[in-house]
C-alpha cells in the first residue's frame, strides 16, 4: 500500500487501483475512485474536530435491514436525530438512531 494522502490521523492508501481511508491506522473504507475517499476523509475530518471525544465517528457498525437494508455502514457524523451514515464502498448517505447500530462482531 501506497499512502497518497495523511493529515493527523487520516490517511488515504492506494492498492490494486482501490483507494482506502485509513484512520489512526484502521481501515475504514475503499473505493475505485480518490475522489470518494477524500471526501470521506474530509467530511470525518470535520465531524471528529466538532465532536472529538465520540468514538463512533470513523467507525464500522452494521445497520439493520429495517434501518438501511442489513448492511455495514461507516459512522459519517453526528446529527440532531442520531448519525449520518454511508454504507461500505458506496457514497450513498443517510441518517439513523444511535439505537439500531451495533457492532459488526454481533451479527
Known amino acids: ?7 493527523g490521523k487520516f490517511k488515504i492508501v492506494q492498492a490494486d487501483r482501490r ?4 484512520l489512526a491506522g484502521r481501515e475504514v473504507d475503499w ?6 475517499a477524500s471526501k ?13 471525544d465520540d468514538e463512533m465517528i ?11 437494508n442489513g448492511q455495514i ?4 457524523a453526528r446529527s ?11 457514497t450513498r448517505r443517510f441518517e439513523v438512531s444511535p ?4 457492532d459488526p462482531g454481533k451479527w
Open 1 to 7: 500500500m501506497e499512502t497518497v494522502f495523511a493529515a
Open 19 to 22: 483507494f482506502g481511508v485509513v
Open 31 to 36: 473505493f475505485p475512485r480518490y475522489e470518494d
Open 40 to 52: 470521506l476523509v474530509q467530511d470525518l475530518t470535520v465531524s471528529s474536530s466538532v465532536h472529538p
Open 58 to 68: 470513523g467507525s464500522r457498525k452494521f445497520c439493520p435491514a429495517d434501518a438501511g
Open 73 to 76: 455502514v461507516v459512522v459519517v
Open 80 to 90: 440532531s436525530n442520531g448519525y449520518i451514515v454511508q454504507p461500505v464502498g458506496t
Open 99 to 102: 439505537d439500531v447500530l451495533s
